[in-house]
């Protein structure tokens, strides 16, 4: 059986950017001495004038976000930390000044794309042959800030894809505070980045076997003191800072359950991830004890250097942020296999922007010794090629879409196989793309473009949600049988 053979099926389905999907973020317009006349210019309002303009902007504003009045509170009292602020004030006047340092940020104003899918932890009421899913997408906004958005859907028994309408609010979660670390690990961690100096293994020393983000600082902070001898003050600090980014940058976040997963963002929130969370490559991970757990790779950007990182969830409401260390975490594009192979957790990875690599680890969060299984080969894939998401496991082996660069910059979607056993191992491959973009697809932020962050099999059929033109996303279906048999 040749490509030519396959019959791809192109759904109506397409979910574009909405502009009026907006997030309730920190508004910070400058230096604590602007802020400072910002606030003195509102304590000068008579209070009948304060009521007021508070009516105005809750009138305007509250329809779009619930609870709104909690945030004003919430930057109020961050604003007093800031500068101190004493006296009495009234609830309205402390409304009014948080509305100030508030502001709405267009979630979704230039692209809804690079989508992956997974089965939802909730297959209640679902009908026979039925499958409920979750889709995550990246949502990109003002600055090309880029954060993780979620919509639900229905594969129904007679094969048609229904993903449901967003609902209209959208809320970030809440921050655990204080989250605890563990010892080995983070010096491990601290070790990966060359890190292993005086400063942090004195640090280290005085920490307990688990501590937490307070106990780290108040740590550094004492270190700083006995050891930043005249002359060492920049190399002590680097170190310092570099230690609690490390720690600010694993944590965990709590969205609450009567929460849409549709209202549910996970906006930036990390030094790492200053500018973006891009390309979550969704999967559901078989654990050892057979309970389910979703893992996600991402890849984070702060606007200078990129990093990968790990989300992992049990529910889609909580959420833990894991830094990925080793040599082989680098680069972007990293996929995760939906079980452990002979023990070992697997990973595919891209470590040098043109080919593809397997990487094995006894622990998710470091990974050593890639090895090399996959290069551009075809003329649609001579620039770059890499993963379109996590492994689909069948009988004939582990499927892989890839992505694979041509002329002009295009990107098509491909496909090859891997032994069942050893994934290091490729056994097919197909010589032309799955999903080339159409004429209708190629124009959008990136022209010539389609791309995916992982697929699912469901019923003898290949599900896959494509983004277009780095701008919108669509659906595909094809049958497996069709894929496997056009392995070469």
């Not at 759904?11 to 400058?30: C, E, H, K």
């Not at 057979?290 to 969830?313: C, K, N, Q």
Request: hydrophobic residues 40%.
């Amino acid at each position: 059986m040749s490509v030519e053979s396959i019959h791809i099926t192109r759904t109506t389905i397409a979910l574009r950017p909405d502009q009026s999907r907006v997030l309730l973020r920190p508004f910070n317009p400058g230096d604590a001495r602007r802020t400072e006349r910002i606030v003195a210019r509102i304590l000068s309002l008579p209070e009948s004038l304060v009521l007021t303009l508070l009516k105005e902007v809750l009138t305007e504003f509250s329809a779009r976000h619930p609870k709104i009045g909690d945030f004003f509170l919430e930057r109020f009292e961050q604003v007093r930390k800031l500068l101190s602020l004493n006296g009495k004030l009234s609830e309205p006047r402390k409304l009014l000044i948080g509305s100030y340092f508030a502001s709405e940020f267009s979630l979704e104003s230039a692209a809804l794309f690079n989508p992956s899918i997974v089965p939802h932890p909730d297959q209640s009421e679902v009908p026979l042959n039925g499958l409920r899913f979750i889709l995550s997408l990246r949502a990109t906004g003002e600055g090309h800030v880029s954060s993780v958005t979620f919509r639900t859907g229905m594969i129904h028994p007679d094969g048609r894809i229904e993903v449901l309408a967003a609902c209209g609010f959208l809320t970030e979660p809440r921050r655990i505070p204080n989250p605890f670390y563990d010892r080995v690990l983070f010096e491990r961690k601290l070790s990966e980045l060359k890190l292993d100096n005086e400063f942090t293994r004195r640090t280290i020393d005085r920490l307990e076997q688990s501590f937490n983000l307070k106990e780290l600082q108040r740590q550094v902070s004492e270190v700083l003191k006995q050891i930043c001898e005249p002359g060492r003050e920049k190399e002590c600090r680097h170190a310092a800072k570099a230690m609690r980014v490390l720690a600010e940058s694993n944590y965990e976040v709590q969205f609450g359950p009567e929460q849409e997963l549709s209202e549910r963002i996970i906006f930036p929130s990390s030094p790492s991830q200053r500018n973006g969370i891009e390309d979550a490559r969704f999967v559901r991970f078989q654990s050892d004890d057979g309970a389910p757990v979703y893992y996600a790779t991402f890849t984070a950007y702060d606007g200078r250097v990129v990093m990968p990182g790990l989300m992992e969830t049990s529910d889609f409401l909580r959420f833990r942020f894991i830094t990925l260390n080793g040599p082989a975490a680098r680069n972007k594009g990293m996929a995760i296999f939906p079980r452990k192979i002979n023990g070992l957790y697997a990973m595919l990875s891209r470590q040098d922007n043109e080919n593809l690599y397997v990487v094995f680890s006894d622990n998710v969060h470091f990974w050593y010794e890639p090895k090399l299984i996959l290069a551009p080969a075809f003329p649609w894939e001579m620039v770059q090629i890499g993963n379109c998401g996590s492994p689909i496991e069948t009988e004939a082996g582990w499927l892989v879409l890839s992505h694979g660069v041509g002329p002009m910059r295009q990107y098509a979607i491909g496909a090859f196989l891997l032994d069942k056993d050893d994934p290091a191992k490729v056994i097919g491959r197909l010589r032309e793309p799955l999903i080339r973009p159409t004429e209708e697809e190629r124009h959008g932020y990136v022209p010539n473009v389609v791309y995916t962050c992982g697929a699912l099999v469901h019923r003898g059929q290949l599900i896959i949600p494509y983004a277009y033109a780095d701008h919108a996303t669509s659906f595909a279906t094809v049958a497996l049988d069709e894929v496997l048999g056009a392995m070469r």
